[in-house]
C-alpha cells in the first residue's frame, strides 16, 4: 500500500463522520503495540513483513530494549472501507497505543480520556489478566465502546496444540471470562447508582437495566480472533460473506448461526441449534478454525512449501515470487493468511461500525465530562449548559472553542517538522550540486594559501589559535540543553476550531463559573490568558505540522509547556467548566530519594525534576521535610523509567536513588487474648478496668479539661472510609454555605447509611448507652485532613457542628449552641486531633481506624474572658493533640503496612522456586489455580510493599525468567505483632530467648521508618559489650 499523504488526512479531519478516536487497552504483553504494527503497515508507513517485529510506536529506546510499552503514543490513519460496501468511504483512524504494564497505568487514563472507542485485547492463551479487568473497568466508567480482539489464535495452533474444537471450547470460556467481568462491573454501577437507603430494590435495579448492548458477541461483530504477529484476523462476519454462496444462505442469517452452538445439516442446507447435545461440529469449527488449522499444518508444521502455489489459487491469492521464495514458515504464513484475512480490513472496519464519530458523543458522557459530579446542574449560569450543545454536536464552526489537554508528551527538538530537513525538488538538488563543486574548487585554493602562511607564522601561534577557538565553543553545549526537549500538549479539540496564535483561556480545576467574579476577565482568579502555538498532527515518533484542527480530533498543541504542567482545559470562554480529572486506576505508592552524585549538580537536579514532572503523566515530584528531593511512582519499573529519563534526557547527570521510602499507617487493636506462644492470658480485674484507658489532659492554665478514650473502629468501618475518602476530601474543599449537587447529597446519605451498619459493633465499655445512629451524628470529624479513617466522636454534653449536613442551607446548631463558651475553641480540639491523626508515636506516620471518643470537655471560664483568637486557643489545641495521644498509647498499637496484590503466570517446574522466593518475603499465597488449556499456573499473592524491592529481579532469577510478576497495590494490612513486645511469661522466654532473638518484624519496620526520619531509635550500639572489654584488656 502506498504511503497516505497527511493532506488527505488533513481533509479528512474536517469531515467528523468519517473520524474515529480509538485506543489500544489489554493487560502487559497481549500484543497491543502488535497490533498497532498491523495497522500501521496498512498505511505503508512500516513494510508488511516488519509488522510485529518493528513496534513502531515503541519509540523509545528503553522501550525496544525490555520490549513493554511505556507511554502512550498517538498516530493518524487512514482507512478506506472495502469497496463492497455502500460509497467505500474514506476514514481517519487517530489511533493511541497504550501500555500494559500496571507500573504505566496512568497513562492510560490519559489515552482514554481523549477517545470515543477502545480495542480490548485479549491473548486467548493467558485470559483475562488483572490489567484487563483495570481496562474495562475504565473504558466503562469513561463511557467508551469497546471492541474485543482476542489474540494470539496461532499459540493455540503451535504451542499448545489444541484441536480446532477444543480451540473453539477454549475461546468461549475466555469469551465468557471477559463478558463475566463487564456483567460484574455493570452490576456494581447499577447498585451503587440506586439509593440504598431504599432497601429491598437491589433485585429490580438491575432486572429494569437494559443490558444486552454491553456484552461482547461474534455475532454482533465487535469481536475479532486474530494472530497480531502472523498478520491475520478476522470476524464472523468475514467468513459469512465467503460462505453464504456456497452453503446458499442469506449472509446476514448466516452471521448469526457462525459462532455459537449450531451445526451445519448438509442435506437439509441450513444450520442447526444443538451442536453440542447432538456431537456434532459447531460451524465455527467446520467451516472457519479448520481451514486456519490446515494451513497452519500445511505451511508452518509440515513445511509443505510445494502445496504454497495450490493453496493461494484456491483461496484466490496472488502470491509474488519473492514470497514463494520464503523460508521462513513464519513470513510463509504471514504473506499468505495475511493477504486472506488481512487484519486492518477486519480491525478497522470493526472500529467504523461500532465506535461512534466524534459528533456521536452521548449526552451523559458530555455531562460527564463537562460538569463536575459535585456541582449541581440548576445552581450553573445557563451560558454554562448551553455550551453542552456545541460540545456534543462537536461542531467545528463553533465560536466557543474548548479542548482538553491530558498530558504533556516531551519531544526532542530534532523530531520537530520545523527541524527536519525537508525533500528537496530536483532543482534544489542540482544547485545544491554545483554549490558543492564551487566550495571543493575554493577549498583547494585555500589549502594551497594557507600552508604558504603555515610556514611564515610558526607552529606556535597555530596551536594558541586552537585554543582559543576551543574555548570559545565551550559554553555552547550547556545553552543548548536546556531547550533540547519542548512539551507537546496532548490534547482533542471538543469544540470549534482551534487554530494556531490563538488566544485561549487556560481553565485551572479550581476555576467555577457559578462564581460571578471568575466570569469576568479582568477578576478571573484562576484562569489565565494562553496563546496557542504550532500544532501537530502524531504520527507515532513523528509529527505534521498543522494550520488548524477542526473538533472531534487529536492533536499536539505546542508553546504551553510553561503554562501547563499535566492536564489543562482550553476554552475560548469563561463560561466553560475546567474537565473532571482523570480517573486514576492506581495510587503511586513506591516513594525514592534522589540526589546527584555531584553535589554542584543540584541546580540540574532540580531542573530536570520539574521537567519530569511535566513529562510523566503520574510520577510525584516533591521536596521532603528533610530536604531530600522526593519522587513517588507507581512501582519499581516505573522508577527505574523516571531515572533512566533523568540521567539521560532531562538532567543528564548521575543521580543516586536511595531505597525506597514506604509509608506506615498506624493503628490501635483490642486487647490480645493470647500470647505469642499461642497461650491464653488470664486477666486480672485491673486490666479489665477501662478507668486506665482514658487519657486525661489539662490546659496549660488548669481551665479546660479533656477526656479522651481511643478504641479500633470497626474494619468494615474503617474500609468504606478508606474507600470514600476522595469524596470526604472534596466535600472538605468545599466553602461550607455552598448546596450540594443532588448526586452527593444522596452519596453523603448513603455511606451515613452504611457507616451506621458498620459501627454497630463499636466496642466502648460501657461508656455510652448511644446507639449506632447517634454516634454517627455525634461524629465531630475525621482525620487526618478532614478525609482520613479516624474518627473524632463526640460523647460529652457539647453540641458539635453537624458533620453531615454542613452543608445545608442553615446549620441551626450553630445558632443553638452560641451561647456555650467552649464554640469559640471547636476548630482548636478538633486541629488537635488532626495533628494527632497525621502523625502517630510509633514513627510518626499517619493513624488509620482510630476512634477517638471525646468523654468530656469543660471549660471554666469563671467569668474571665477566654478570646477564641488568644493564647487559650493554642492550649487547648495542644492538649487535644497530647490527650489524643496518650489514649492512643493506652492500647495495644500496631503498625500497618501496604500491602501489593501480585500476580505471577508460571509454569509447574518454577512454581516451587516461586513460592520460596514469596515466602522469604513474608508474602501470602491467595490463590495458584491452574489456567485451563495453558498448563500454566496463575498465582496471586499478597506481599508487604516494604519487602517488595528487587522481588521482580529475584523472581526472574531464581526462575530462569520464566515468572514476571504484576505488583498493584492492594489495601494497607495491620501486622499483627506488638512493635515493643519482649518475651514476658516462661513459655516466651522458652521460646523466644531473653532478647527475642528472631527479630521482631514490627520494630525492624517502625526503627527504619525513625532512623529515617531522624527519631530517636531504642536500640543498643554496643549488643556485646563483655566480649569487647575483653579483648582491650588483653591488647
Ligand atoms: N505468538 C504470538 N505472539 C504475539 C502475538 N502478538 C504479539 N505477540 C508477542 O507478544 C509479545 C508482546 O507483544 P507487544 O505487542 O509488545 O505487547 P503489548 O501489549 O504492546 O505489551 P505492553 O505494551 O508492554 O503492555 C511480543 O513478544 C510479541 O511478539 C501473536 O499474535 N502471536
Ligand atoms: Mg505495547
Known amino acids: ?507 485551572s480545576p479550581k476555576h467555577d463559573p457559578r462564581q460571578p467574579t471568575h466570569r469576568k476577565e479582568e477578576e478571573a482568579p484562576y484562569a489565565s490568558r494562553v496563546t496557542i502555538g504550532d500544532l501537530y498532527m502524531f504520527m507515532g515518533g513523528e509529527l505534521q505540522l498543522l494550520d488548524e484542527v477542526p473538533a472531534g480530533n487529536i492533536v499536539g498543541i505546542g508553546g504551553l509547556e510553561s503554562h501547563i504542567v499535566k492536564t489543562a482545559t482550553l476554552s475560548s470562554s469563561l463560561d466553560c467548566t475546567s474537565f473532571s480529572e482523570l480517573s486514576i486506576m492506581a495510587t503511586p505508592i513506591l516513594r525514592v530519594a534522589i540526589e546527584p552524585v555531584q553535589p554542584q549538580d543540584m541546580p540540574k537536579l532540580v531542573k530536570g525534576l520539574k521537567l519530569l514532572n511535566q513529562a510523566d503523566a503520574c510520577v510525584q515530584v516533591s521536596v521532603a521535610p528533610t530536604g531530600e528531593h522526593v519522587i513517588t511512582t507507581l512501582g519499581e519499573v516505573h522508577v527505574e523509567k523516571c531515572v533512566h529519563d533523568l540521567e539521560q534526557s532531562y538532567a543528564k547527570i548521575k543521580v543516586n536513588v536511595s531505597k525506597p521510602i514506604v509509608s506506615f499507617r498506624e493503628t490501635i487493636v483490642p486487647a490480645a487474648t493470647v500470647d505469642m506462644v499461642n497461650e491464653a492470658i488470664v486477666k486480672t480485674a485491673e486490666d479489665k478496668d477501662v478507668s486506665k484507658k482514658i487519657a486525661v489532659q489539662q490546659t496549660l492554665n488548669k481551665l479546660g479539661t479533656l477526656k479522651v478514650l481511643a478504641v479500633p473502629l470497626p474494619a468494615e468501618a474503617v474500609e468504606l472510609l478508606e474507600k470514600h475518602s476522595e469524596f470526604f476530601k472534596e466535600l472538605a474543599a468545599i466553602p461550607r454555605n455552598q448546596v450540594l449537587s443532588e448526586k452527593w447529597t444522596t452519596l453523603l446519605a448513603s455511606i451515613k447509611v452504611k457507616l451506621i451498619a458498620a459501627l454497630q459493633d463499636l466496642q466502648l465499655f460501657g461508656l455510652s448507652n448511644l446507639t449506632a445512629e447517634e454516634l454517627v451524628n455525634r461524629i465531630w470529624a475525621l482525620g487526618p485532613r478532614n478525609c482520613g479513617t479516624n474518627i473524632l466522636l463526640n460523647l460529652t454534653d457539647y453540641e458539635q457542628p453537624d458533620f453531615w449536613s454542613s452543608h445545608a442551607k442553615s446549620s441551626d446548631t450553630d445558632i443553638r449552641s452560641k451561647t456555650d463558651p467552649r464554640k469559640d475553641f471547636n476548630s482548636s480540639l478538633v486541629n488537635g486531633f488532626q495533628l494527632t491523626s497525621v502523625a502517630g508515636p510509633l514513627c510518626e506516620e499517619p493513624m488509620q481506624g482510630v476512634c477517638f471518643a471525646v468523654l468530656e470537655w469543660s471549660i471554666q471560664s469563671d467569668g474571665e474572658d477566654l478570646n477564641a483568637r488568644g493564647p487559650f486557643s493554642g492550649q487547648v489545641l495542644t492538649a487535644a493533640k497530647e490527650v489524643c495521644r496518650q489514649a492512643f498509647q493506652n492500647q495495644p498499637q500496631r503498625l500497618v503496612t501496604p500491602m501489593y496484590s501480585c500476580n505471577i503466570v508460571v509454569n509447574a517446574e518454577m512454581l516451587g522456586k516461586m513460592y520460596a522466593v514469596i515466602g522469604r518475603r513474608h508474602g501470602k499465597i491467595l490463590s495458584g489455580d491452574l489456567t485451563q488449556g495453558s498448563g500454566n499456573f496463575a498465582v496471586t499473592c499478597l506481599l508487604p510493599v516494604i519487602e517488595s524491592f528487587n522481588f521482580a529481579q529475584e523472581m526472574r532469577k531464581q526462575t530462569s525468567g520464566l515468572a514476571c510478576p504484576q505488583l498493584m497495590f492492594s489495601h494497607w494490612e495491620v501486622i499483627d505483632i506488638d512493635p515493643f513486645w519482649l518475651p514476658t511469661t516462661e513459655e516466651e522466654l522458652m521460646h523466644f530467648g531473653e532478647k527475642a532473638d528472631s527479630a521482631n518484624r514490627a520494630k525492624v519496620y517502625m526503627d527504619s521508618v525513625r532512623r529515617r526520619k531522624g527519631l530517636f531509635v531504642d536500640e543498643q550500639v554496643v549488643e556485646h559489650a563483655e566480649k569487647q572489654r575483653t579483648l582491650s584488656k588483653n591488647k
Request: aromatic share 6%; with cysteine; net charge negative.
Open 1 to 507: 500500500m502506498p504511503v497516505v499523504e497527511g493532506s488527505d488526512l488533513v481533509l479528512l479531519q474536517r469531515r467528523r463522520q468519517q473520524v474515529r478516536n480509538i485506543c489500544i487497552l489489554a493487560h502487559v504483553d497481549h500484543g497491543k503495540t502488535t497490533l498497532a504494527d498491523s495497522l500501521v503497515a496498512s498505511n505503508g508507513i512500516i513494510s508488511q513483513r516488519m509488522a510485529g517485529k518493528l513496534r513502531y510506536l515503541d519509540n523509545r529506546a528503553d522501550e525496544q530494549e525490555r520490549g513493554i510499552t511505556m507511554k502512550s503514543s498517538s498516530i493518524s490513519l487512514y482507512y478506506q472501507e472495502p469497496e463492497e460496501s455502500a460509497g467505500n468511504p474514506d476514514y481517519l483512524i487517530n489511533l493511541i497505543d497504550s501500555p500494559g504494564h500496571v507500573d504505566f497505568s496512568s497513562e492510560v487514563s490519559t489515552a482514554v480520556r481523549l477517545c470515543d472507542g477502545a480495542i480490548v485485547v485479549v491473548d486467548v492463551v493467558e485470559g483475562v489478566g488483572p490489567q484487563t479487568r483495570a481496562c474495562l473497568k475504565q473504558v466503562y466508567e469513561e463511557q467508551l465502546k469497546p471492541v474485543l480482539v482476542l489474540n494470539k489464535l496461532d499459540r493455540l495452533i503451535l504451542e499448545k496444540q489444541m484441536d480446532p474444537l477444543d480451540a473453539y471450547f477454549h475461546l468461549t470460556q475466555v469469551l465468557e471470562q471477559v463478558n463475566a467481568v463487564l456483567g460484574s462491573i455493570f452490576a456494581s454501577d447499577i447498585l451503587a447508582k440506586e439509593d440504598i437507603t431504599k432497601k429491598d430494590n437491589y433485585e429490580s435495579a438491575l432486572e429494569e437495566v437494559d443490558d444486552s448492548e454491553l456484552y461482547f458477541t461474534p455475532t454482533s461483530g465487535n469481536v475479532i480472533f486474530c494472530s497480531a504477529y502472523d498478520g491475520w484476523a478476522f470476524s464472523v462476519r468475514d467468513f459469512a460473506a465467503m460462505y453464504a454462496k456456497r452453503l446458499e444462505m442469506n449472509r446476514k442469517d448466516l452471521e448469526q448461526v457462525l459462532w455459537g452452538d449450531f451445526y451445519y445439516n448438509s442435506k437439509k442446507k441450513e444450520a442447526l441449534p444443538g451442536a453440542q447435545e447432538k456431537a456434532k461440529k459447531p460451524m465455527f469449527v467446520q467451516f472457519v478454525l479448520e481451514n486456519i488449522w490446515s494451513l497452519y499444518d500445511i505451511i508452518a508444521i509440515r513445511k509443505d512449501k510445494d502445496k504454497l502455489p495450490g493453496i493461494a489459487e484456491k483461496l484466490g491469492l496472488k502470491l509474488a515470487a519473492r514470497d514463494l521464495r520464503l523460508t521462513d514458515p513464519k513470513l510463509q504464513i504471514k504473506a499468505v493468511l495475511g493477504q486472506w484475512l488481512p487484519i486492518d480490513r477486519s480491525v478497522l472496519h470493526m472500529v467504523v461500525e461500532h465506535v461512534p464519530p466524534p459528533h456521536k458523543i452521548s449526552e451523559e458522557r458530555a455531562q460527564r465530562l463537562l460538569y463536575p459530579a459535585n456541582v449541581d446542574l440548576s445552581s450553573l449560569p445557563p451560558e454554562t449548559l448551553k455550551l453542552k450543545e456545541s460540545f456534543t454536536s462537536c461542531d467545528a464552526s463553533s465560536s466557543n472553542v474548548i479542548a482538553f489537554v491530558s498530558k504533556m508528551t516531551p519531544v526532542h527538538i530534532s523530531h520537530l517538522p520545523q527541524n527536519r530537513p525537508k525533500r528537496l525538488t530536483d532543482e534544489e538538488v542540482q544547485q545544491r550540486r554545483d554549490e558543492v563543486r564551487r566550495r571543493i574548487e575554493e577549498r583547494k585554493l585555500q589549502t594551497e594559501q594557507t600552508e604558504l602562511e603555515k610556514i611564515s607564522q610558526g607552529v606556535e601561534q597555530l596551536s594558541t589559535q586552537v585554543e582559543v577557538s576551543k574555548t570559545e565553543e565551550e559554553p555552547k553545549p550547556e545553552e543548548g540543553e536546556s531547550n533540547e526537549f519542548v512539551f507537546i500538549a496532548f490534547a482533542r479539540v471538543f469544540s470549534g476550531t482551534l487554530k494556531r496564535g490563538m488566544e485561549l483561556f487556560n481553565l
